[in-house]
């Protein structure tokens, strides 16, 4: 299981890491990556709801309501099972609950 959050961070504390002003060939050498990337690409969406969008423990209507979404609030949507989306909404990298599909619009640009 990889933690999107940890992997960005690592990713940062490699490239801080790397850096260097000196001329070490070591560290300038081609023979292996000198910068990490995080593959955490998250799709942005914005709950269109009216009345709010429940936020439920699994993905499914007859899972517990965490909570109520309110209009217009925005979410990153991690994965898709059938039409329902884990969402994460404080940008830890862990799921806080799922939401219907059909209620969020992906974020303009």
Do not use: C, H, N, Y
């Not at 961070?9 to 000198?34: C, I």
Request: charged share 30%; no cysteine.
């Amino acid at each position: 299981m990889s933690l999107p959050g940890l992997v960005r961070r690592r990713a940062a504390e490699g490239e801080l890491w790397l850096k260097t002003d000196s001329d070490d060939p070591f560290l300038t050498s081609t023979d292996m990556p000198q910068r990490v990337e995080a593959d955490d690409v998250r799709a942005l969406f914005i709950v269109t709801a009216r009345d709010g969008l429940r936020l439920r423990a699994g993905a499914g209507s007859q899972f517990e309501i965490l909570k109520v979404l309110p209009k217009d609030t925005e979410v990153s949507v991690i994965r898709e099972k059938d039409t329902w989306a884990a969402v994460d909404l404080e940008g830890d990298g862990a799921i806080d609950g799922w939401v219907a599909m059909d209620f969020l619009r992906p974020k303009p640009v």
